[in-house]
């Protein structure tokens, strides 16, 4: 199977919360990572965490990983039109390995 | 901080022409990354150099592609004899060290016509 799997779109209404899950193979990953990608532009850094922590909060995001089941989420809280993009979730090998990428579509 | 640059952001080309791309990364990153991504996809793994070193090939990249760094801070991409499945996007990155997330450019879109 493919080494990071994402769901490829959710929807919610501006104000709700949005809950991206990305599932990973590889136990090794010292760092996961998720970036942003907005049409016709580069792949943005938003947050990463470190594989022995559970949760990472920064500001209206919050990363849950969980080690066991090698699933990783990211929740955004209060989502905004702004917040409309492809989210890619990233386990790291020697180089970092992309999943397919969930397309947020955020209706006011 | 300039960021990553890559030049050109678009280059259409017939097929079988030989096609090169540049990457300036961020100037103390030490490592810097090659992706392609098509549409509807995340970027896969092209290869990778740490300094001037070349430490990783994909099993995507043909021999038709190389790639170099040769004094360890710009690199450039080339694809020989283009063929229209290489049409994509060419995605550089660079980072300071191994598991530090990565600058990503702006990308050069190759169509291969």
């Known amino acids: 199977g493919e080494d990071v799997e994402q769901s490829l779109f959710l929807s919610v209404r501006e104000g709700d919360s949005s809950v991206i899950n990305c599932t990973y193979t590889?136990?090794?990953?010292?760092?996961l990572y998720w970036y942003k990608q907005e049409p016709g532009a580069g792949l943005q850094l938003l947050t990463y965490i470190f594989s022995n922590m559970d949760m990472k909060q920064d500001q209206r995001l919050t990363v849950l990983l969980n080690k066991k089941d090698k699933h990783l989420s990211l929740r955004i809280a209060d989502t905004q039109t702004g917040d409309s993009a492809i989210y890619f979730c990233?386990?790291?090998?020697?180089?970092?390995?992309f999943g397919s990428g969930t397309r947020l579509q955020v209706q006011p | 901080d300039t960021g990553v640059s890559q030049d050109p952001r678009h280059k259409i080309t017939k097929r079988g022409q030989n096609v090169t791309f540049r990457c300036d990364p961020i100037s103390e990153h030490n490592r810097l990354y090659w992706y392609r991504q098509t549409l509807g996809q995340g970027p896969e793994f092209l290869t990778y150099?740490?300094?001037?070193?070349?430490?990783?090939k994909s099993r995507l990249l043909s021999d038709r592609f190389s790639a170099e760094r040769p004094k360890g801070s710009f690199s450039t991409l080339e694809i020989q004899r283009t063929e229209q499945g290489d049409s994509a996007m060419y995605l550089c990155?660079?980072?300071?060290?191994?598991?530090?997330?990565?600058?990503f450019g702006s990308g050069t879109r190759l169509t291969v016509v």
């Open positions: 150099f740490q300094n001037e070193a070349q430490l990783e």
């Open positions: 990233a386990s790291t090998r020697r180089a970092l390995t």
């Open positions: 590889d136990s090794s990953s010292t760092y």
């Open positions: 990155a660079s980072s300071p060290q191994e598991n530090y997330g990565y600058t």
